[in-house]
């Protein structure tokens, strides 16, 4: 291929914002809501990591690139009360609408049927994205290192803190760690999926999540397809995770989840 599918996301996504028209003071509507929020207390996703046992971020998404349609009848909120009722740490709702068939407003809907933090997953590469993020009412926002270029990458950082989104920085190899790592973000995840040509890796995000250091929190994310792809991320150490394609398509998702949080190493 002449273009990586990132690449070729990437595009999408630029071109999608070249021809939607900013809202008006979104910004400050943005920052507005994240002063109420911080009053009124927010669901905190590193909080909710960092309790004792496997903690599963259990994710929505429709399709992805590699595996297509993942769920016939697919029901965000359905399914993110079935990961709730499993025992999942919080909720990862994919909003992106090309490669993925996301819809941004299942983030609202999931946030108001659970209890849990709501972490948004798209190919963030704008404040104004990070803005949006905010009223849509999620509780953390994904970026991915490869999609933010020099400075871009700790900006969304800073101004992500400034809003009240907890950040949950992606990488994939030792070139996005040291980049992440430069800046303040406490969650690093670690994508076993290469997002340039799909392959997966999970050998790889061992030996990449062993160079986060104390003090930040590793995810491990992509690959996990069920307690025996688990148990030597647990033998090494890993508590943290991020599972999607394996718990949509589970014809029980309650029990899929509460399968993998109840693993031991």
Request: hydrophobic share 50%; aromatic share 4%.
């Amino acid at each position: 291929m002449s273009r990586s599918v990132l690449a070729d996301i990437v595009a999408a996504v630029q071109e999608r914002l070249s021809q939607e028209p900013e809202a008006p003071g979104l910004l400050l509507k943005a920052r507005e809501a994240a002063g109420v929020r911080r009053r009124k207390g927010r669901r905190s996703l590193l909080e909710a990591l960092t309790a004792p046992g496997v903690r599963v971020i259990a994710e929505c998404k429709r399709r992805s690139p590699s595996a297509g349609v993942l769920r016939s009848s697919f029901d965000p909120v359905a399914l993110a009360r079935a990961y709730e009722a499993g025992g999942a740490a919080a909720i990862s709702v994919v909003t992106e609408p090309q490669f993925f068939a996301g819809q941004p407003g299942w983030v609202p809907l999931v946030r108001h049927g659970v209890g849990l933090p709501v972490l948004r997953k798209d190919f963030i590469i704008s404040v104004r994205q990070l803005a949006e993020t905010v009223l849509l009412g999620a509780d953390a926002v994904l970026l991915i290192a490869r999609c933010l270029p020099g400075l871009l990458l700790p900006e969304l950082v800073v101004v992500a803190a400034e809003l009240e989104l907890e950040v949950l920085l992606e990488v994939h190899d030792a070139e996005d760690l040291q980049r992440a790592l430069a800046t303040t973000a406490p969650m690093i995840g670690i994508n076993s999926r290469d997002l340039t040509t799909f392959t997966v890796d999970l050998d790889a995000a061992v030996r990449l999540a062993a160079q986060v250091p104390p003090g930040r929190l590793a995810v491990v994310e992509s690959g996990i397809d069920g307690p025996a792809s688990l148990a030597p991320l647990l033998a090494a150490g890993l508590r943290h995770f991020l599972v999607g394609g394996a718990l949509v398509r589970a014809a029980n998702p309650e029990a899929a989840v509460r399968e993998l949080v109840t693993c031991r190493a």
